[in-house]
């Protein structure tokens, strides 16, 4: 039998698809917006249904206690310029599923991918997982309707579970939020409904070069897959090729082999798991000391008496213009399990960056991730991609209260850019919020030595570290996703 890890990187590397081809794909898929009819408005607080803010607290609460609500949160710290402050947060304890459906044709996995309206997404339709919910939605507090393939993640027996983790949420915005990202391979046969269709790793790996089509719940999925496959232990990219045809039940032309020279420090990157400049001891035990050396101290508080922020008719915000501010929609769709709410949302007020430095060392690309402390993170720090912040907060500060490598990624050479698109966040909670999510290469002259919360890791390493909880942030996550050998 293969390991999961070689049908990965197997589906990764072809993009031939008899049921849906590359180039036919754009067509299926804004065919599915304009299939749909749907409105999104902002309306005033006071026309939310079902919302309210309480009065004791001035949270922003749901009747039933479900779904999320608007709190406050008191932050202290001991990390960077502003070591207390208080903030808007999104609270929402119990954990969703973001899974993928997964089936072999042809000895090649397959992905069921969804073309999912959620009100805050830009262009209202991205590419979703399978399933993506919350409890409360496919417990159907909302009183609607079960979502599609809910059953394939409530009853596992007959499956094969190929990714099941726990993972957070954007910290800064939620307080200890994570969500359950699962991979199912089923070998039944399953019923493709209008708004679902059949995709390889590698398809999906070149729809991520485009904007705003491959949805943050995807990416945080995708970003737990593995590929340093037991069988290619001590091999080199000439002996793919080989194995896989060895795999017996795989068309091997139809895998894509023929790597540029980039794709091919990604392929050999993904597949160290054992030879990075540090080894994996060494990693946690940097990890271990900046989790004790940092403190955040993070509690709920009235979102009332949140200091510097204001409530108007139609938005929460802060006084000085920055950060986001917290809005109410009604929704008008007809092919989700509710045909009409209302909900918040929380809008950006700038679009942010997202970015991995990487560069050769010991013959083998190493990303440079940085140890990220947010006020909702669950365990103080958790690590994050080189640059991770919302550029418009840093437009009148000096160059040495940037966040570190800031500078050099705004005015990077475009030759070093292999990777620059624009990614959205979660459009359920968040509205038209994007960053630009980059991958630069850096020359043999950028220094080793980094800051103290920086370290330098292997692809393979990265990924070892994401199966567990807790470790990479989901712009970490999200990011690493993005990169693919096509």
């Known amino acids: 039998m293969n390991s999961k890890e070689l049908n990965f990187l197997v589906s990764a590397l072809t993009e031939h698809n008899p049921f849906m081809k590359t180039e036919n794909f754009m067509d299926w898929f804004l065919s599915r917006r304009q299939t749909h009819k749907f409105r999104i408005e902002q309306i005033p607080f006071k026309d939310l249904e079902e919302w309210s803010f309480e009065p004791s607290t001035g949270n922003l609460i749901h009747s039933t206690g479900k ?10 710290t001991n990390v960077g310029r502003v070591s207390q402050w208080s903030q808007p947060i999104m609270n929402q304890p119990e954990i969703g599923i973001l899974g993928i459906l997964a089936k072999k044709f042809d000895g090649i996995l397959y992905f069921l991918m969804q073309a999912k309206m959620e009100p805050g997404n830009i262009h209202l339709v991205q590419l979703a997982p399978t399933l993506q919910a919350t409890r409360s939605n496919y417990t159907r507090v909302h009183r609607g309707g079960t979502p599609p393939y809910l059953e394939y993640f409530l009853d596992k027996s007959d499956s094969t579970i190929l990714v099941d983790s726990l993972q957070s949420e954007q910290g800064a915005r939620f307080l200890r939020k994570r969500n359950r990202n699962i991979i199912i391979e089923t070998s039944k046969e399953v019923q493709v409904l209008d708004d679902y269709c059949w995709l390889t790793l590698g398809q999906i790996y070149k729809l991520i070069q485009y904007d705003h089509i491959i949805n943050m719940d995807s990416r945080t999925v995708l970003s737990c897959i593995q590929f340093a496959a037991p069988e290619l232990q001590g091999m080199g990219v000439s002996d793919l090729l080989p194995t896989v045809k060895n795999m017996g039940t795989v068309d091997a032309s139809a895998v894509n082999c023929d790597f540029d020279e980039f794709q091919l420090k990604l392929f050999n990157s993904a597949l ?10 060494t990693i946690i035990s940097w990890f271990t000391e900046l989790k004790v050396r940092y403190e955040l101290n993070a509690e709920c508080i009235p979102l009332k008496f949140v200091k510097n922020w204001h409530k108007t008719d139609y938005q929460i915000h802060h006084d000085k213009g920055k950060y986001f501010t917290v809005i109410a929609v009604a929704v008008q769709t007809d092919n989700r399990e509710v045909l009409n709410w209302t909900q918040p949302l929380v809008k950006p007020q700038e679009d942010g960056i997202v970015a991995y430095l990487v560069r050769n060392i010991s013959g083998v690309l190493h990303f440079l991730v940085q140890a990220k402390v947010e006020a909702g993170n669950f365990d103080v720090v958790e690590m994050a991609p080189t640059v991770q912040c919302v550029t418009g907060n840093y437009k009148d500060e000096k160059s040495e209260n940037l966040p570190p490598f800031l500078e050099y990624v705004s005015n990077v050479p475009p030759e070093r850019v292999h990777f620059s698109t624009f990614q959205s966040e979660e459009g359920g909670r968040f509205f038209q919020e994007e960053n630009k999510n980059m991958l630069i290469e850096l020359g043999d002259d ?15 390493q ?11 942030n989901v712009e970490g996550r999200c990011l690493l996703s993005c990169f693919g050998f096509l």
């Open 272 to 281: 160290a798991t054992n030879e990075g400049v540090y080894d994996s001891d």
């Open 446 to 460: 950028f220094p080793l030595k980094v800051p103290d919360n920086y370290i330098w890791m292997t692809m393979g």
């Open 462 to 472: 990265i990924k070892n570290f994401i199966r567990y909880n807790n470790f990479f």
């Open 67 to 76: 779904f999320f609500s608007i709190e406050g949160i008191w932050v202290e």
